[in-house]
């Protein structure tokens, strides 16, 4: 399957950067070919860089991105995967909305419902959205990150292990389909980490752009979800191989 093999060829880099294309070819049992095949692909995608004597990641830990950057990437999908999430909140539930530019979108259709719900957020930009809205909203408390906005730290981790909600809608700037769903820091693995358990229910909103992507720390396992709320460019290969893991919607 060329979503595996191209997994793999990510793997061999990350941890060997001079690996060769005949040394991929001989190890994955396929032609050269299809190696350099799948290597344009992956360089396409922006995931590595080929020289003259080596293949490099490009991107493939990620940092922490500024709110003015990420709102303004993928919104048309953001907003689809909003539309989707919606389905699964219903009158009268408390519901917990990690921070985030999808989330916010999820808050921005929760203004026009007909019905109520309590929502707990560590997103003041989140909020500060919600503050006209019919809704009860309470923010957790904690640090403020610097240009992002989410709140962490030793109170918000406090209040997350004292609360349960009926459903949990989490983000992530980082996925691998194998080993799992990834954050920055540990800080913040944490606090998405409790967020998962906090929910009866528990989905991970994600747009397409963000799977093939690791970070520094882990946030829990694909099967820790109900369900993925994506949009609909993600590719059929990885679509296939996460619903072995959880249900994609």
């Given at each position: 399957?060329?979503?595996?093999?191209?997994?793999?060829?990510?793997?061999?880099?990350?941890?060997?950067?001079?690996?060769?294309?005949?040394?991929?070819?001989?190890?994955?049992?396929?032609?050269?070919?299809?190696?350099?095949?799948?290597?344009?692909?992956?360089?396409?995608?922006?995931?590595?860089?080929?020289?003259?004597?080596?293949?490099?990641?490009?991107?493939?830990?990620?940092?922490?991105?500024?709110?003015?950057?990420?709102?303004?990437?993928?919104?048309?999908?953001?907003?689809?995967?909003?539309?989707?999430?919606?389905?699964?909140?219903?009158?009268?539930?408390?519901?917990?909305?990690d921070a985030g530019t999808t989330t916010?979108?999820?808050?921005?259709?929760?203004?026009?419902?007909?019905?109520?719900?309590?929502?707990?957020?560590?997103?003041?930009?989140?909020?500060?959205?919600?503050?006209?809205?019919?809704?009860?909203?309470?923010?957790?408390?904690?640090?403020?990150?610097?240009?992002?906005?989410?709140?962490?730290?030793?109170?918000?981790?406090?209040?997350?292990?004292?609360?349960?909600?009926?459903?949990?809608?989490?983000?992530?700037?980082?996925?691998?389909?194998?080993?799992?769903?990834?954050?920055?820091?540990?800080?913040?693995?944490?606090?998405?980490?409790?967020?998962?358990?906090?929910?009866?229910?528990?989905?991970?909103?994600?747009?397409?752009?963000?799977?093939?992507?690791?970070?520094?720390?882990?946030?829990?396992?694909?099967?820790?979800?109900?369900?993925?709320?994506?949009?609909?460019?993600?590719?059929?290969?990885?679509?296939?191989?996460?619903?072995?893991?959880?249900?994609?919607?």
């Amino acid at each position: 399957m060329k979503s595996k093999r191209q997994q793999y060829i990510l793997s061999r880099v990350a941890e060997f950067s001079e690996v060769t294309i005949e040394m991929l070819a001989e190890e994955l049992s396929v032609s050269e070919m299809t190696v350099r095949r799948d290597l344009k692909e992956l360089e396409e995608n922006e995931q590595v860089i080929r020289t003259s004597n080596a293949i490099l990641l490009k991107d493939s830990f990620l940092n922490e991105v500024p709110f003015v950057k990420k709102q303004l990437v993928n919104i048309e999908e953001k907003r689809l995967i909003a539309k989707k999430a919606l389905e699964f909140i219903h009158p009268d539930e408390t519901i917990l909305l990690d921070a985030g530019t999808t989330t916010l979108e999820i808050c921005k259709r929760l203004k026009s419902v007909d019905f109520k719900v309590r929502i707990v957020t560590n997103d003041i930009k989140a909020a500060a959205e919600l503050i006209d809205s019919q809704h009860e909203v309470i923010i957790l408390g904690g640090q403020v990150q610097t240009n992002v906005g989410s709140m962490y730290g030793a109170q918000t981790v406090d209040m997350l292990n004292s609360i349960k909600v009926s459903v949990s809608f989490v983000g992530t700037q980082a996925i691998d389909v194998y080993e799992g769903i990834y954050a920055p820091t540990i800080e913040k693995a944490k606090v998405k980490r409790l967020m998962v358990e906090c929910g009866q229910t528990s989905y991970l909103v994600v747009d397409s752009s963000k799977f093939n992507h690791t970070a520094f720390a882990k946030i829990c396992d694909l099967n820790d979800f109900t369900g993925i709320i994506t949009d609909d460019s993600l590719d059929e290969e990885i679509r296939e191989s996460l619903q072995s893991a959880t249900t994609v919607i």
